[in-house]
């Protein structure tokens, strides 16, 4: 809506202190995301020209107003007049920009290594968890998607990684459209933002 377009306006001059585009370091000043443990990996997210809907592979240095809109769009509640078909491309849409979150390397598949990683910063923040034992919730998880994704794997056959269809599908029935937004646009945050 225009409200919703004008409140994001705000946010966008208070977060580019008034400047025509915001830099990854603009987000420094951002509380909600300070002890975020994947902070780097939704800040990241921000400036994926994936995500931008620019091209298929890089980072952009900076983003305007158009562009902050278009990552913000991915976070967009639920319209009550959506048909089912709109409501599957809205899943989608929220979908891929987290699947491109994970998928660091750009290739298209989710590895293991790159889910490790992901993991690992999830439970950074819990002292009384290992490593060892964040890399092998790791790979428990990542053999669970390997069952769901391609059935039961034979032992001499090595999973490559998650693709979007596959996220796709460990993702059925779980409520991503209300579940997937940004908390630091909040009107009561934003006086909190300097």
């Not at 300070?34 to 400036?47: D, L, M, S, T, Y």
């Not at 059935?151 to 990684?161: A, H, L, N, S």
């Not at 940004?182 to 909190?192: D, G, Q, S, Y």
């Amino acid at each position: 809506t225009s409200e919703q377009i004008e409140h994001l306006h705000r946010r966008f001059k208070q977060l580019s202190r008034d400047q025509l585009t915001i830099r990854k370091e603009n987000f420094d000043s951002i509380p909600d995301l300070e002890f975020n443990p994947i902070r780097g990996k939704i800040v990241h997210a921000f400036f994926d020209k994936r995500n931008l809907r620019q091209e298929p592979d890089g980072l952009a240095d900076e983003i305007n107003f158009e562009d902050f809109l278009t990552i913000m769009s991915y976070f967009r509640p639920i319209e009550m007049n959506m048909d089912e078909e709109q409501l599957d491309r809205f899943r989608k849409e929220k979908l891929k920009f987290l699947f491109h979150m994970y998928d660091s390397d750009h290739d298209g598949k989710i590895t293991l290594q790159e889910y490790r990683n992901v993991v690992e910063e999830l439970l950074s923040g819990n002292p009384h968890l290992e490593k060892e034992s964040a890399r092998s919730i790791a790979d428990g998880a990542m053999m669970e998607a390997a069952s769901i994704c391609v059935g039961q794997m034979g032992p001499d056959q090595v999973y490559e990684g998650i693709t979007f269809e596959d996220f796709l599908k460990m993702w059925q029935g779980i409520d991503i459209e209300t579940k997937m937004h940004v908390r630091f646009l909040n009107m009561e945050t934003i006086a909190h933002c300097y």
